[in-house]
């Protein structure tokens, strides 16, 4: 087996030349969930709160959550690698790993392609290429079967919402705004940034024909009365998505996809 290969078109600061990872600590879920998936679950010693996906992952030590991480839970778990889906987690504990020897992987997991490099950066990282080549094949099948089954419908606007209060929904350049593409949708949010917050005004004048409620978390809270003025409410299209494969971008992201499709298309059999 070798021991260290050269990582080449890596998005996030590493060295050229790495060991295999044996010992794993994962801070995302979308990380978790590809750890396993590529065969490399048993080299993974600590986990978030968050990751809870496939049970395995249950039993593993948590060393924070997903924005706050406590460097000593980390440390103490001795991992030679730590990775992680860039976010809003600052460099500093970036930073502090690295300083410590520990090799880190942080992936932008934006869009379809960066998450396909996602996977194959951790199956190279814990000797597992062949591994995390199936599983790139197999979501690619997926996605493809996908296609074909909305190329021939109507395409509803569909607004995202990830909160109501404030109003936060997926916005161009989000993967949630390419899955709703995949998944036979248009996003009716085309500006503003991946995450944007909307006003109550900015949803009327987007007027969408659905919306879809992706608050995690706790239970969606019937929109309020002003929500009344926007059509796809007084028309009773407002549905709440309970499946958090629509958040994760990573091995099930056509999970989502086709929940997403089932959604907007009722009667679609995928």
Same mark, same amino acid.
């Given at each position: 087996?070798?021991?260290?290969?050269?990582?080449?078109?890596?998005?996030?600061?590493?060295?050229?030349?790495?060991?295999?990872?044996?010992?794993?600590? *994962?801070?995302?879920?979308?990380?978790?969930?590809? +750890?396993?998936?590529?065969?490399?679950?048993?080299?993974?010693?600590?986990?978030?709160?968050?990751?809870?996906?496939?049970?395995?992952?249950?039993?593993? $030590?948590? %060393?924070?959550?997903?924005?706050?991480?406590?460097?000593?839970?980390?440390?103490? +778990?001795? $991992?030679?690698?730590?990775?992680?889906?860039?976010?809003?987690?600052? $460099?500093?504990?970036?930073?502090?790993?690295?300083?410590?020897?520990?090799?880190?992987?942080?992936?932008?997991?934006?869009?379809?392609?960066?998450?396909?490099?996602?996977?194959?950066?951790?199956?190279?990282?814990?000797?597992?290429?062949?591994?995390? #080549?199936?599983?790139?094949?197999?979501?690619?099948?997926?996605?493809?079967?996908?296609?074909?089954?909305?190329?021939?419908?109507?395409?509803?606007? %569909?607004? +995202?919402?990830?909160? *109501?209060?404030?109003? *936060?929904?997926?916005?161009?350049?989000?993967?949630?705004?390419?899955?709703?593409?995949?998944?036979?949708?248009?996003?009716?949010?085309?500006?503003?940034?991946?995450? $944007?917050?909307?006003?109550?005004?900015? %949803?009327?004048?987007?007027?969408?024909?659905?919306?879809?409620?992706?608050?995690?978390?706790?239970?969606? #809270?019937?929109?309020?009365?002003?929500?009344?003025?926007?059509?796809?409410?007084?028309?009773?299209?407002?549905?709440?998505?309970?499946?958090?494969?629509? +958040?994760?971008?990573?091995?099930?992201?056509?999970?989502?996809?086709?929940?997403?499709?089932?959604?907007?298309?009722?009667?679609?059999?995928?």
């Amino acid at each position: 087996m070798t021991m260290a290969m050269t990582i080449a078109g890596c998005r996030t600061k590493t060295p050229a030349t790495i060991l295999v990872a044996k010992r794993v600590v *994962s801070i995302s879920a979308n990380t978790t969930e590809t +750890l396993f998936a590529v065969g490399a679950g048993d080299r993974v010693v600590g986990r978030s709160r968050y990751c809870d996906f496939p049970q395995a992952a249950l039993a593993l $030590p948590i %060393v924070g959550g997903y924005v706050d991480p406590n460097l000593e839970a980390v440390l103490a +778990l001795r $991992p030679d690698l730590v990775v992680g889906a860039r976010g809003p987690l600052g $460099p500093g504990f970036v930073r502090a790993l690295e300083e410590h020897g520990i090799a880190t992987y942080f992936p932008d997991t934006e869009r379809f392609d960066d998450i396909v490099t996602m996977i194959e950066g951790i199956g190279a990282r814990t000797d597992h290429v062949d591994g995390a #080549a199936q599983l790139v094949a197999s979501m690619r099948a997926r996605r493809d079967q996908i296609a074909r089954a909305v190329a021939s419908l109507p395409r509803p606007r %569909v607004l +995202l919402l990830f909160s *109501s209060k404030p109003v *936060s929904a997926a916005g161009n350049g989000s993967f949630p705004d390419e899955m709703l593409t995949l998944a036979g949708a248009t996003n009716v949010v085309q500006s503003g940034g991946r995450y $944007p917050t909307l006003s109550l005004e900015n %949803v009327i004048a987007l007027d969408p024909d659905v919306i879809l409620r992706a608050e995690m978390g706790s239970a969606a #809270a019937p929109l309020d009365e002003p929500w009344s003025t926007v059509r796809a409410v007084r028309e009773k299209k407002v549905v709440v998505l309970e499946d958090e494969t629509i +958040l994760r971008p990573g091995p099930r992201l056509f999970d989502g996809v086709a929940t997403l499709a089932r959604t907007v298309h009722p009667g679609l059999a995928l």
